[in-house]
């Protein structure tokens, strides 16, 4: 969804594929709900009741490191079942965003040079500076979200268990859309003005509204004071 709002920025207002604001809000908020509670239920199979696990990890091996057994350890059950599925699901993912990144980057630059002999030179240079950004951001996505992926399929292979760099590679495949959106921020001035017309945009259009409504109360009122002072000039 993060990649569709960048794209969805190059097209025109008719385009096919321009989404209503609904429609684009309803699978943005729907995307993020299903992300969400998606962690929640794959954690509560993952991440059993640590007393116990501890209880039964104390009574399976009497010898274990009593700082195994302490409140700051996390104990992981099935790790090896949970860690299948878990490298499982990234790998599907990382497949799913390679394949539409290259999608919208082909489409954004056919869109951007199917056009250009009837643009100046300014707004060509402004496109294609924008159609760099996209890159950007897509190379960041893509970038964040393999590296941690090919480090968890690599420790799974060796069978090598880390709970920081397990910890560290799912922090940061799960914060990659956003700094896929902080680079373009960065790079991109016409991006960053945008975002705050945006933000700004219902503040203009309250305003505007709120404009017209003194105006309308104040032809009311005059309009009204004309109609007692001809039935005055009548009577």
Not at 53 to 72: F, G, H
Not at 83 to 106: D, K
């Amino acid at each position: 969804m993060l990649i569709y709002y960048c794209y969805d920025a190059i097209l025109p207002p008719s385009h096919i594929l321009k989404l209503k604001p609904f429609a684009r809000n309803f699978l943005f908020i729907f995307s993020k709900a299903f992300v969400t509670i998606f962690v929640i239920v794959y954690a509560q199979f993952l991440i059993p009741y640590q007393n116990d696990a501890k209880t039964r990890l104390r009574q399976k091996y009497p010898s274990v490191p009593s700082y195994m057994l302490t409140n700051d350890a996390l104990i992981i059950d099935d790790p090896t079942y949970s860690y299948v599925w878990l490298i499982a699901t990234i790998s599907i993912v990382v497949v799913i965003e390679v394949v539409l990144m290259i999608a919208m980057t082909t489409y954004c630059f056919y869109c951007m040079s199917r056009g250009n002999g009837h643009h100046c030179q300014k707004t060509l240079a402004i496109r294609r500076k924008f159609l760099i950004s996209i890159v950007m951001q897509m190379l960041t996505h893509l970038i964040v979200l393999l590296v941690p992926a090919l480090i968890l399929m690599y420790c799974a292979c060796m069978k090598i268990s880390s709970q920081d760099v397990t910890d560290w590679c799912i922090f940061l495949i799960t914060i990659h859309g956003s700094v896929g959106v902080l680079t373009m921020l960065l790079s991109n001035k016409y991006y960053r003005s945008e975002l705050i017309v945006i933000i700004m945009k219902p503040r203009c259009i309250y305003g505007r509204h709120a404009t017209k409504v003194v105006k309308l109360e104040e032809s009311t009122r005059s309009d009204t004071r004309a109609v007692i002072k001809n039935n005055s000039w009548h009577k």
